[in-house]
Each structure stands twice: as C-alpha cells, then as structure tokens.
C-alpha cells in the first residue's frame, strides 16, 4: 500500500521560509517523478514543482526563484524548501507521485498546510 505523508508546514511570516518533506513507503520510488500541488480556498489545486528520476526539475512561474524542490531515493523523501514566502503561497500542500513519469499524478499525500501572514 502505497503512503506519501507531508510535514513541515505551518504558519510563517511573509519573507520567510519553510521546508516540506514528503516521506513515501509501498513501493520503489526511484523511476517515479514526485511533484508538489497546492490548493488555496476556493480554489482550483495547482502545480508548484516537480521532479524526475534522473532530477530534472520543473517549476511553475509562480515560484520559480524562490522553491526549491529535491529528492532523497535512499530516504524516499521529497523535499520542497520554500524562500521568500508570500501571502498567496497560503495553501494545502500535497505531494504526489507519478509513476514511471508519465501520465496521471496516481498517489497522493493528505496535505500540510501552509499559512503566510503578512
């Protein structure tokens, strides 16, 4: 059975930084690209980061300069460092797992939340 816990989130002020781990059992990560999404309330969930087996990295505009995202395949850990937090980055972050890198997001985390006050 596959599991992805988050932890790292809470609440910070605008600025600052924070670090998401994402810890993934059930099953041989290292061919899978692992990404980052975010739902804010009332809104859609969006794309924050991804990366591949080979640790390729893609970004949204978004975030790009300021996250980080990273992978440990000894530890099956994926990690997202978050710089220069701003109010909008508030939002549930989740991660998931794509396998083989193609297709669908298939296993999903049940999310940290993320609070960036101003």
């Known amino acids: 059975q596959v599991q992805l816990v988050e932890s790292g989130g809470g609440l910070v002020q605008a600025g600052g930084s924070l670090r998401l781990s994402c810890a993934a059992s059930?099953?041989?990560?290292?061919?899978?690209?692992m990404g980052w999404f975010r739902q804010a309330p009332g809104k859609e969930r969006e794309f924050v980061a991804a990366?591949?087996?080979?640790?390729?990295?893609y970004y949204a505009d978004s975030v790009k300069g300021r996250f980080t995202i990273s992978r440990d395949n000894a530890k099956n850990t994926v990690y997202l460092q978050m710089n220069s937090l701003k109010p909008e980055d508030t939002a549930v972050y989740y991660c998931?797992?794509?396998?083989?890198?193609?297709?669908?997001?298939?296993?999903w985390g049940q999310g940290t939340q993320v609070t960036v006050s101003a």
């Open positions: 998931a797992v794509q396998r083989g890198g193609r297709g669908n997001y298939d296993y």
């Open positions: 059930g099953r041989t990560f290292s061919s899978d690209t």
């Open positions: 990366i591949t087996w080979s640790a390729s990295t």
